[in-house]
């Protein structure tokens, strides 16, 4: 079994401030990590993703995300916070068994609010 | 979200009633899913499909049945609408290889009264 955990609903930060947004897994199996980022009605889009190699994956608009296994965390940062990044966050684990359709579990999001 | 096209956009029910969410992707892969999206629970998994005629439950799959009519579209039907099934509806499509990346629609939202 695997499952997601995002600490905190609701994240608000100052333009030009760190983004750090939290993310802990749980998985059997070796991981593979997802960020999606979900604008007001529209679907998920991906953001960034760790499947093998590098621990440090950087993403779309400046994001990054580092796996660290000893914390099974895959917290996404950004340097500078900017009012188009407010959205809502997700992150995601798959099970990845081969040979079948691999599922996504899903956090329960985290809603970035970034303010003047 | 393109490549995944789903339809209808909005709907409201009354309880009891039945209708389709249909689905189409365009890009040729061979997984697709419906997921559903409420408040404070993120997305969980309805059904999917790992090929053309497959069809596996996922999380929570009370309440729906599915369809892979063929490799480009996957439906998803409520029999008997309950207000417990008031969500957003996403049809997803899945990306090469085995990697877990999707693709969404735009979304579903529907409201059963």
């Known amino acids: 079994a695997q499952s997601v955990t995002q600490l905190g609903s609701h994240v608000s930060v100052s333009e030009g401030a760190l983004v750090l947004l939290r993310c802990n897994y749980s998985?059997?199996?070796?991981?593979?990590l997802f960020w999606y980022v979900q604008y007001p009605n529209q679907g998920l889009q991906l953001l960034l993703k760790?499947?093998?190699?590098?621990?440090l994956v950087k993403g779309i608009n400046g994001f990054e995300a580092e796996f660290k296994k000893s914390e099974t965390s895959f917290h996404l940062t950004k340097p500078s916070a900017h009012m188009s990044d407010a959205a809502e966050y997700f992150c995601?684990?798959?099970?990845?068994?081969?040979?079948?359709?691999?599922?996504?579990?899903f956090g329960t999001g985290t809603r970035l609010q970034v303010t003047l | 979200n393109a490549g995944v096209t789903q339809t209808p956009k909005f709907q409201v029910l009354k309880t009891g009633q039945s209708m389709t969410l249909q689905c189409a992707q365009d890009?040729?892969?061979?997984?697709m899913y419906w997921y559903r999206q409420d408040p404070g629970m993120g997305l969980r998994l309805i059904y999917y499909?790992?090929?053309?005629?497959?069809?596996d439950k996922g999380e929570v799959p009370n309440g729906y049945n599915v369809s892979r009519l063929n490799k480009r579209e996957f439906s998803l039907r409520l029999e008997s609408a309950a207000p417990s099934q008031t969500s957003v509806y996403f049809c997803?499509?899945?990306?090469?290889?085995?990697?877990?990346?999707?693709?969404f629609g735009e979304g579903s939202r529907l409201t059963v009264l």
């Open positions: 997803v499509q899945g990306g090469q290889g085995n990697t877990g990346e999707l693709f």
């Open positions: 995601a684990v798959s099970d990845k068994r081969p040979g079948t359709a691999s599922k996504l579990t």
């Open positions: 890009m040729n892969h061979n997984s």
């Open positions: 998985s059997s199996v070796p991981p593979y």
């Open positions: 499909s790992a090929s053309e005629g497959t069809t």
């Open positions: 760790y499947t093998t190699g590098a621990t």
